[in-house]
Every structure is written in structure tokens, then in C-alpha cells.
């Protein structure tokens, strides 16, 4: 039985190529109580990994998190096969706006202590008393309520690339940063103000709604399935976009355009850009925001510095990376002092 990837990103997107099949790009969660996930983490990796799924999946004991590909043959095999896990029964699949065959590459399942690194300790609220969830229609009526304060619920680098007009986008590199900063700036509107909240798939939001409601907050909504079912039910349904930019996703594509407005700026020289790039050294890995003009003079790198680095031999580069560990600011931050222009908060 093999429970394990074997083959390399770079295998896999040969392969995915080779096959030439469609891929949907998917994801969903559920706050659940899981008693075993180790065991419900091998018998879907098992399952999944027969129909060639590949993707990120996250299973506790609160519940899971899932962002995939599926083989679009494969779907109805691959909802069918959910709908056998009693918590997982119709679960809400938020399909891509953007398809790509190759938004992921490998398929891991892990068990961790949460399915989203909320900073929050579970047993102060009950994570099941959450807010008001909105519709696209319901989310648009509100936002025109000069009692409705919005929220982005995401880190400063989402929200950067693309957010709902209007709305509150705290500077914060984490969601419990967020959580406080929010609570700090509301306190004397706990009652009169209406608080909407919205995130990228509307996970952070189950979290966030039940944390503030805990915290005395009377009025609390969410839109329901996050940017990217809003953006479905306004194609759908022809309504009004308040959506402006793109929308950051967690898998290889990075962002998904969501109205044409460029609302971000390059981090390098101040033009008008919202890409996110990781920088060429390996040992820096930055993610970042470069125009094409930079990222050509530049190297594709964030500094001088690491562009001398890649310069170099390949030999020579592994040398100075030596005992550093860089690999997890692929997602990280997007921020570094000497970039000169990390956009600053109108
Ligand atoms: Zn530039
Ligand atoms: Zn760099």
C-alpha cells in the first residue's frame, strides 16, 4: 500500500501534461469533529491517489481543508466518493474561476493540530455559533447599509492584489493580528454597527464570525463561500461586481483575476503591477510584486544581492545556502525593508 508521493513536481507535471486530461481546479472544508484523522487521512489519500487527485489537503480533529485538482472525468467519482462521508455529504465544492491543469502538482494529505493556523484557542468559543451567511445578492444589499462595516478577513498581501471596494484591509501578516485589530478599532460598535466579513473561500470567516459574535459583536455576517463563489453567483446571475483586482489563491497559479482594475503596484519601482513572483534565488525564495520591466532588468530577483547570488554557479549558490532554511517564504509576507514600494494603506 503506498500511502506517499513518490514521483517529483517536475515528474508529476510531465506526466499531468502527457495524460492531456482536463483538470478542475477545487476546494472545500468543513469544521467537523474527527475522531481518527490519521485513519480518514490514509483512506482518502488512498482513494484520491487512484483517481489522480493531486492537491493540499489539511484533516484535525476540528475538521478538514482541501484545495485540489481533479481530473474532470474523474469528478463524479470524486463527488460521489465525498458524498459516502456523512460530513462531507453535499458539502459546498468552490470550483476555480480560472482553471489551470497544473495548480497542483502533488497530492499531500497531512494531519495537523488545525485546519487553518488561526492562533486561536478552540475551547474559549463554540466554533459552530458563526454568523449570517450572505449570498452574492444579500452580500451586495448589505454593503450598501451605511451601518455595514467590511472586512477583509485575509493577510495584507491578498488584499493587496484585489479586495471589495470599500473595505477595511488590515496591515496584518496573520489572521490573529487581524482578529485583534479589528476587534480594537470596532469596540464602541459592537451593537450599532452591522460587521461583514469575507475571505477567499469563506473558511477564515466560519472562524472569525463565531470568534466575534464570543466577543459580543451583535451583528455578524459573512459572505458565504468566500470571493470565489461571489464571483460565480455575479457571472451566474449577471450582478453587480464590487470586487475590484484579482483574487490571491494558495496553489500554483497564485491569483485569479477577478475585474480587470490594477490595484496593486511592482514592490521595485512603484508601476502598476499584481504579480506575484517568488524571487529567482533559491536561498531568498521572497514572494514579491514585479512588473516585466523588473523582473527583466532585475533578473527576477528581489535585490541586488540576489541577483549576484544567482549569478554564480550552482555549486556556489548551494554553498551560501548552507544551514539556511528558506523554504517556507514561498507564502510568507511578501514584505522586505528595501523594497521600495510595498504599497502603503491609503
Ligand atoms: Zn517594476
Ligand atoms: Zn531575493
Redesign the pocket.
Known amino acids: 500500500m503506498q500511502l506517499y508521493n513518490t514521483l517529483s513536481a517536475k515528474e508529476r507535471a510531465e506526466l499531468i501534461e502527457a495524460a492531456g486530461k482536463e483538470r478542475l481546479t477545487i476546494s472545500f472544508y468543513q469544521y467537523a469533529k474527527i475522531e481518527n484523522p490519521q485513519e480518514l487521512r490514509d483512506a482518502l489519500f488512498l482513494f484520491w491517489d487512484s483517481i489522480e487527485v493531486l492537491g493540499r489537503i489539511y484533516i484535525a480533529t476540528e475538521g478538514i481543508n482541501a484545495q485540489l485538482s481533479v481530473p474532470a472525468e474523474n469528478f463524479q467519482q470524486f463527488k460521489d466518493h465525498l458524498d459516502t462521508i456523512s460530513f462531507l455529504k453535499d458539502v459546498r465544492l468552490n470550483i476555480a474561476i480560472e482553471q489551470d491543469n497544473f495548480s497542483f502538482l502533488k497530492l499531500k494529505v497531512k494531519v495537523r493540530s488545525k485546519i487553518v493556523a488561526d492562533g486561536l484557542n478552540d475551547d474559549t468559543f463554540d466554533v459552530t455559533n458563526k454568523g449570517v451567511h450572505l449570498n452574492a445578492i444579500k452580500f451586495n444589499e448589505i454593503l450598501e447599509d451605511p451601518d455595514t462595516v467590511l472586512v477583509d478577513m485575509r493577510n495584507h498581501y491578498e488584499s493587496e492584489i484585489g479586495h471589495f471596494k470599500g473595505a477595511v484591509t488590515p496591515d496584518v501578516d496573520t489572521f490573529r493580528d487581524s482578529l485583534d485589530i479589528i476587534e480594537d478599532d470596532l469596540k464602541e460598535h459592537k451593537e450599532d454597527k452591522k460587521l461583514v466579513m469575507y475571505c477567499t473561500g469563506g473558511i477564515r470567516c466560519e472562524k472569525a464570525s463565531a470568534y466575534y459574535k464570543h466577543k459580543g459583536f451583535k451583528q455578524v455576517y459573512q459572505l458565504e463561500g468566500g470571493i470565489i463563489n461571489y464571483f460565480r453567483q455575479v457571472e451566474k446571475e449577471g450582478l453587480e461586481n464590487k470586487f475590484i483586482g484579482k483574487n490571491f489563491v494558495f496553489d500554483e497559479r497564485r491569483a485569479e483575476k477577478i475585474s480587470d482594475d490594477v490595484i496593486a503596484h ?6 502598476p ?1 499584481d504579480t506575484h513572483v517568488n524571487c529567482a534565488n533559491e536561498g531568498c525564495h521572497l514572494l514579491f510584486i ?6 527583466e ?1 532585475m533578473n527576477h530577483c528581489c535585490s541586488e544581492e540576489c541577483k549576484e547570488i544567482i549569478a554564480l554557479p550552482y555549486e556556489e549558490q548551494k554553498k551560501l545556502r548552507k544551514g539556511k532554511n528558506n523554504s517556507n517564504k514561498i507564502f510568507k509576507k511578501g514584505r522586505a525593508d528595501y523594497l521600495p ?1 510595498i504599497s502603503k494603506k491609503e
Open positions: 511592482c514592490h521595485q519601482c512603484g508601476k503591477a514585479q512588473c516585466e520591466e523588473c523582473a532588468k514600494y
